[in-house]
């Protein structure tokens, strides 16, 4: 087999060393394997560039990614994801957005991660097979080894949450196989997540306790990984029916069992002494919560899909376009604000005395209201995840009123009454954009040629914050409520927000859905909890401002049904797995289609 390496990738990864002599062994198109597996910076670049292809890292799942990029993390593809749940609808660039009313079918399209992950699953286990023999120091080969069965467990956990069983490969195939072996049929969706777990214990001791380069696992990361994955098989069992003979669900005996693992892996983090809730500003609850997510290689993050300041627009480098698509104007392309946050997410967040957030719809329709007054006591994580009306930015307050209130009581909705403009600059959907990892620092004027993929903020995707919340949901159902409390209020006392009296099921919910908004999170809970088609299936509701001319104040209105009418969004119980399509399964007459597609 002759394997295609990217020159610039290679250049990437070994950056100086390989201009000079690596590149001088070989010819410039292609490297055979020969070369590749005797070559100790070869080796290295081939695994570096499975890290690379592991698109979903960042929420990027759209097969073929590496060769559309603006599918990639460098376009708005990771912000898709927040789209298609409770927690947004799209402004203006969404491939994603479309499946959100009902349009989930046989053909697929949807957050797919199956070409591209059997793609990077069969250099794994290439990797894998192939790297005992190498001239690999042996202290290196086993970390790297490791390495490379955390991205295979990785790979699948992100598979199987999807669709379900499907097909466990760990060899790497040969053209010649036989056909059962080339055509293979579906594993139980148990077995797939059986075989992420007992890997991850298998490789575990190999990986560093610590490491100065958070895009590459430790020890914890794995330990994080295991406790994701394992809460998310407790909720199949728990929650889910198991159909096609266990090729999907898991039965309800198991529940517990999987959230002993989550609980343990969890604990195993927690107490590692390796890690702590970012608390750098701890006098301003707000300013704590937006760096947690800017300031790199803190105290909380686990693991990280890293990028830079340079192009990752097909030039090399290894920025990403977040900052660019989700910004609010001024914008390049005059867009920006890609998430519209529903103001239902809005509400989610409570006030620091811990009052539910929900807003008195009637009430605030009546009279006028400053922002501050709207606003006042909200829990600091609103302001650091979510920019609306007179919120700071780059030193000037947002504007998103649309329409004046003019003296004689009309509303004007165009032009300008008396000098003021009758419409703000910022007009997107909902009045409500994402400041979750927005870097002020990065400049949005940019976009001609590309040249957008330029933010530098490290993508979080394993933090101590998730790590316990799955120990709090993983502590409850084993009967744990004292365990569980103790983690919920860790995180609500950074926060700055009242700690909990007691602890339920709901309560644990309310925490990771305002703790972990817009972090790719939220679809994934409502489907493993099997509660989407109630969550989703219905209609989310924005605020729009009105500026009165007089007083400087805002009337405000309820927008409903924000996402449309002729097609609401709408969940159905087959979409709790995704089809395996038409084209796969025949491709493949081994594979069985998921339950309610057609």
């Known amino acids: 087999m002759k394997i295609i390496i990217r020159i610039l990738l290679i250049c990437f990864i070994v950056n100086a060393s390989c201009k000079k002599g690596v590149l001088d062994k070989v010819p410039l198109d292609m490297i055979s394997d020969d070369v590749v597996w005797k070559d100790p910076a070869l080796i290295n ?41 409770d927690e947004s609808r799209t402004a203006w660039l969404s491939d994603a957005y479309p499946y959100k009313s009902g349009n989930l079918k046989i053909n697929g399209g949807l957050l797919e991660w199956w070409e591209s992950a059997y793609k990077v699953i069969r250099k794994l286990n290439q990797f894998i097979q192939t790297v005992p023999s190498s001239p690999l120091e042996d202290d290196l080969k086993e970390k790297r080894l490791a390495e490379a069965r955390f991205l295979r467990a990785y790979n699948y956990f992100e598979m199987v949450k999807r669709y379900g069983g499907v097909p466990l490969i760990t060899e790497a195939q040969d053209l010649d196989a036989p056909k059962d072996v080339l055509y293979p049929k579906r594993d139980k969706e148990q077995v797939i997540y059986d075989f992420v777990l007992s890997e991850i214990d298998a490789f575990l001791n190999d990986l560093p306790e610590t490491s100065n380069d958070l895009g590459r696992p430790t020890k914890y990361a794995a330990l994080a990984l295991k406790s994701r994955a394992a809460l998310y098989a407790g909720s199949i069992a728990q929650f889910g029916t198991v159909q096609l003979d266990g090729v ?9 069992a999987y959230y002993q693992q989550a609980y343990n892996a969890a604990d195993l983090v927690i107490h590692s002494g390796n890690y702590s809730l970012y608390k750098k500003y701890p006098d301003d609850k707000i300013e704590n919560f937006k760096n947690l997510f800017l300031d790199k290689n803190n105290a909380e993050q686990i693991f990280v899909k890293k990028h830079d300041e340079n192009n990752g627009m097909g030039n090399g480098g290894n920025g990403w376009g977040y900052d660019f698509f989700q910004c609010p104007l001024p914008n390049g392309w005059g867009s920006g604000n890609q998430n519209a946050v529903y103001l239902e997410m809005v509400e989610a967040f409570e006030y620091i005395d811990g009052r539910t957030g929900d807003l008195d719809r009637n009430a605030i329709q009546q009279g006028l209201w400053t922002t501050d007054q709207l606003w006042k006591d909200k829990d600091p994580r609103f302001f650091a995840t979510v920019y609306t009306q007179n919120t700071l930015w780059k030193g000037e307050l947002l504007d998103y009123h649309k329409g004046i209130l003019k003296a004689d009581g009309a509303i004007q909705t165009d032009g300008s009454y008396n000098g003021i403009l009758a419409n703000g600059i910022q007009n997107k959907t909902t009045g409500f954009g994402v400041m979750k990892y927005l870097d002020e620092s990065h400049g949005n004027l940019i976009g001609s040629n590309g040249d957008w993929a330029t933010s530098s903020t490290d993508f979080i995707v394993f933090r101590l914050g998730e790590v316990l919340l799955n120990y709090a949901e993983a502590a409850l159902y084993l009967g744990k409520p004292g365990d569980a409390l103790e983690a919920v209020n860790q995180i609500r006392e950074r926060a700055g ?20 908004a817009f972090e790719g999170h939220r679809y994934w809970d409502l489907r493993r909890w099997r509660v989407a088609v109630t969550a989703l299936s219905r209609n989310f509701s924005g605020l729009q401002y009105i500026l009165d001319y007089t007083t400087g104040k805002y009337k405000l209105l309820i927008i409903e049904n924000v996402d449309g009418t002729v097609a609401p969004p709408a969940f159905y119980p087959q979409n709790y797995y995704l089809p395996i399509t038409l084209t796969r399964t025949g491709n493949n007459p081994n594979l069985v289609e998921n339950p309610g597609y057609q």
Request: net charge negative; with cysteine; aromatic share 10%.
């Open 45 to 85: 670049a081939y695994l570096t560039q499975c890290y690379a292809e592991t698109y979903v890292f960042c929420n990027v799942s759209t097969d073929n990614s590496w060769d559309n990029l603006w599918k990639g993390d460098a376009g708005p593809a990771p912000m898709w994801i927040n789209e298609v749940s």
């Open 248 to 256: 999907t669900g898991i039965d309800a005996s198991a529940a517990n």
């Open 497 to 516: 927000v009242a700690p909990l009296a007691s602890v339920d099921q709901d309560k644990i919910r309310q925490e990771r859905k305002v703790e972990l």
